[in-house]
């Protein structure tokens, strides 16, 4: 049974998430019923990141098994054709290695959060931003991500309902940079704990505000308690941009592969 490996696309806007869920539309399903229009079949479609209601992706990977092998173009023109009119597209589809698994199999994963820091409010990517009018240092914020880079307890910085049994995770990249009017936090780690990267958003805004130092997130990361953080940033700013694997690899089972819900 060939296993199918696929690189998406989509807008969060209008699904509750990625997964399925009985209170309204996901992604998920929208890729499950376009493969069964297509083939027939209803192989479950697993993903890398479980993204959150709202939340986007230009980089998200899936995977899916199949009876029989087909040509991989004939699958993404498919699946395409059959996902009209909603807002998701396979970007790229490709014969997955042995032992493959989406979410199981990934390395590393990026995450992009996007400000629009300005008076007037977004019109041609409102719902695919944050738009805050007040001023934002953006030396600040940058300075104050630096505290969270490295392995921590991020306990602070995840949902109340993470249902990750560890809040250790390793942070590679956080990295914040003005581009005009647009803000973009750019976030890199082999996984994430529920609203991670919401969460440190929220708490770096803070710091861009004047309202919170360096300081206050150090003492943040350092309490291991929700309530210490920042608020949570709104979910339509967020991006999953990309998700890595190495070569060869197949599952892996360290702790660190766990929820990614963001």
Excluded at 131 to 159: E, Q
Excluded at 179 to 202: A, C, K, P, T, Y
Excluded at 220 to 247: F, I, K, N, Q, S
């Amino acid at each position: 049974m060939p296993r199918y490996k696929l690189t998406i696309e989509y807008d969060g806007e209008p699904f509750v998430g990625w997964q399925r869920q009985p209170n309204g539309p996901s992604v998920q399903a929208a890729l499950e019923e376009a493969v069964f229009a297509f083939t027939g079949e209803r192989p479950p479609v697993q993903a890398a990141g479980r993204t959150d209601t709202g939340v986007h992706a230009r980089g998200q990977v899936v995977h899916l098994d199949l009876s029989k092998e087909r040509p991989v173009e004939t699958i993404r023109s498919a699946i395409n054709f059959h996902l009209k009119p909603q807002p998701v597209s396979v970007l790229v589809a490709e014969l997955a290695p042995p032992g493959f698994h989406a979410r199981f199999s990934a390395t590393w994963r990026r995450y992009r959060y996007r400000i629009i820091n300005r008076r007037a409010p977004p019109a041609l990517d409102r719902g695919q931003l944050w738009h805050v009018p007040g001023s934002l240092d953006v030396d600040l914020m940058a300075d104050a991500a630096t505290v969270l880079v490295g392995r921590h307890d991020f306990n602070s910085f995840r949902s109340t309902a993470c249902q990750s049994p560890s809040a250790l995770k390793t942070l590679d990249l956080l990295k914040v940079t003005r581009h005009g009017e647009e803000i973009h936090v750019d976030v890199g780690s082999r996984s994430f704990l529920h609203n991670q990267v919401r969460i440190m958003v929220g708490t770096l805004h803070l710091v861009g505000r004047g309202q919170w130092t360096r300081g206050d997130v150090e003492a943040a990361l350092a309490a291991r308690d929700r309530a210490r953080a920042g608020p949570t940033a709104p979910p339509h700013g967020l991006c999953l941009m990309e998700v890595l694997y190495a070569l060869g690899a197949d599952r892996h089972g360290d702790a660190e592969v766990a929820i990614d819900d963001q």
